[in-house]
């Protein structure tokens, strides 16, 4: 079963940096790729980024390679999104996934949801 809960989340200004959490309260963490997505009102879910559950193959949307670091901690059941350098429009609720097949970049493929963490960015 797979239980997730993101944090981190909040209000930074532009160009500032956020750390956002996810922690699987479950007991099939090492076994799932895990990912990362934000939504904003009215738009589909946007990959953001995704690591395998060796913690290898980390890799990111265009939109944020180079500013953000996805990294996973499988003694303490987490995974880390390390946000730098964040623009107004990386604005949204920021989920993290998990899948039990391959590492995909879509979130149809995802078989778990934790509830969101709400990220703003101000100009």
């Known amino acids: 079963q797979v239980q997730l809960a993101e944090s981190g989340g909040g209000l930074v200004q532009a160009g500032g940096s956020l750390n956002l959490s996810c922690v699987d309260s479950?007991?099939?963490?090492?076994?799932?790729?895990m990912a990362w997505f934000r939504q904003v009102p009215g738009k589909e879910r946007e990959f953001v980024a995704a690591i395998g559950r060796n913690m290898d193959y980390p890799y990111y949307s265009n939109s944020v390679r180079g500013r953000f670091t996805i990294s996973r901690d499988n003694t303490r059941n987490t995974v880390l999104l390390v946000m730098n350098n964040l623009k107004v429009e990386g604005s949204a609720i920021y989920y993290c996934?998990?899948?039990?097949?391959?590492?995909?970049?879509?979130?149809?493929?995802?078989?778990?949801w934790g509830q969101g963490t709400q990220v703003t960015v101000s100009s």
């Open positions: 996934a998990a899948a039990s097949r391959g590492i995909p970049a879509t979130w149809t493929e995802y078989d778990n």
């Open positions: 479950g007991y099939t963490f090492r076994t799932n790729a």
